[in-house]
């Protein structure tokens, strides 16, 4: 079974509507014991790391989702890979799980550029070059686990991540059509 963490935030909606096109089934939950025995994880988001990391702590589920993400095939979106990291600027500076050392910052100012990026950006990795859908004010600094990077505003920063079975992406695989389908079920399939 697939659980998509429901921390009361996020884009829950989509990625269910997702995984159902691909005909994979999955329950949406935010009892601790659910996502406890799952045998993959699917921690989506949409909106501030402050109130999400909050949201977290109130249903219990800090470390549940951190131990998820260490042990279990994970998939982090958005937000949901942003909070996987140490620290994040948003908010004023918020503690995140942890699972991976690296920090999240705001894009700088820069004329041409809009923050939010909001749109289709490419993402490349060893292998190829795709499209995806970004909506995000902050990205994840490049480290090691980077195996996709993206490059906005002047910053190449790491949209895609992987540590084990861990993965993650900054950008929105259930609103990038096919290419986000693929995605989706080359994990679902590969883990």
């Known amino acids: 079974m697939i659980a998509i963490v429901d921390y009361h935030a996020g884009n829950l909606t989509s990625v269910k509507y997702a995984f159902d096109a691909l005909g994979v089934d999955t329950v949406v939950s935010s009892d601790p014991a659910v996502i ?10 949409v909106g501030a790391a402050g109130s999400a990391m909050a949201s977290l702590g109130e249903l219990g589920l800090v470390d549940v989702v951190r131990e998820a993400a260490a042990r279990k ?23 995140c799980l942890g699972v991976l050392p690296a920090r999240v910052r705001r894009f700088p100012a820069v ?77 679902v399939e590969e883990c």
């Open 36 to 45: 406890s025995a799952a045998e993959k994880v699917v921690f989506p988001g």
């Open 73 to 95: 095939p994970f998939l982090g979106i958005c937000l949901g890979m942003q909070i996987l990291f140490s620290r994040t600027e948003e908010d004023g500076g918020v503690d």
């Open 111 to 187: 004329p041409g550029f809009k923050v939010p990026q909001i749109g289709w950006n490419d993402v490349e990795t060893p292998e190829c070059r795709r499209f995806y859908y970004f909506v995000h004010s902050y990205y994840v600094e490049m480290n090691d686990f980077a195996v996709g990077t993206t490059e906005y505003a002047g910053v190449k920063f790491a949209s895609m991540v992987r540590c084990g079975k861990l993965l993650a992406c900054q950008f929105h695989p259930e609103k990038s059509g096919r290419a986000g389908l693929e995605l989706l079920k080359g994990w």
